[in-house]
């Protein structure tokens, strides 16, 4: 079952395609890159995998995306909105008590970094993290990436101009091979590598019981 849903924010709408099955297990909620959308492969291709196996799914356009800008707004800006739009999805029938796990690709996988916490998230998935701007290998972003204090699922391309982040503590990586930031080649490689993430037993446990560490 889909629903595409008009979410206001104090920003303005924001877009949300929501598939999910009669009773899902788990919700996972994706967004896109900085000046990108959600159709594109990697992120289709997740919603189809995931969807099949029980895991409502909510591809999100973000309000500076339909209102036509190219760029995301500053962080201090950016996440509020995002947990605004959370805060509607999770209003919704059936998906309030399921475990959230929250995502995107390059400015995406940072906007979940940055509000999984605030999200009560219980994992990331962070696909083509941009670990820094292409050739500026100085210029850092592995203290947004570190944020999280939850499982984060890392899908990257071995020619990735923006970096390769480091495996850590809670943190796995699957590299694909071949593929740039688009992560177009290895589509099939990349939904794989979230449908194995998120439908782990312990992702798909109550809420409750994950805070609890029952």
């Given at each position: ?44 291709a ?8 029980g ?12 209102a ?37 690709r ?50 990257q ?19 694909i091979?071949?593929a ?35």
């Amino acid at each position: 079952m889909a629903d595409a849903l008009v979410v206001d924010t104090t920003a303005g709408p924001g877009w949300i395609e929501l598939t999910r099955p009669v009773r899902p297990t788990a919700l996972l909620a994706l967004t896109h890159g900085a000046g990108g959308g959600v159709g594109t492969a990697d992120l289709l291709a997740i919603r189809d995998a995931v969807t099949a196996a029980g895991v409502a799914v909510a591809l999100i356009t973000q309000p500076y995306r339909v209102a036509g800008r190219g760029a995301p707004p500053r962080p201090d800006k950016q996440d509020p909105l995002w947990l605004e739009l959370m805060t509607a999805l999770r209003s919704r029938r059936g998906l309030g008590a399921v475990p959230l796990i929250v995502g995107g690709r390059s400015n995406g996988a940072r906007l979940a970094c940055r509000t999984a916490t605030g999200a009560g998230a219980v994992a990331v998935v962070a696909l083509a993290y941009p670990l820094h701007p292409p050739g500026k290998p100085d210029v850092s972003r592995l203290d947004e990436l570190e944020l999280p204090t939850v499982p984060v699922l890392l899908v990257q391309g071995d020619r990735d101009a923006f970096g390769m982040p480091p495996e850590g503590p809670g943190r796995q990586r699957v590299v694909i091979a071949g593929a740039d930031h688009s992560l177009k080649k290895g589509v099939p490689a990349v939904a794989e590598a979230v449908l194995s993430f998120v439908t782990a037993g312990r992702m798909l446990m109550p809420q409750d019981d994950h805070r609890e560490g029952r």
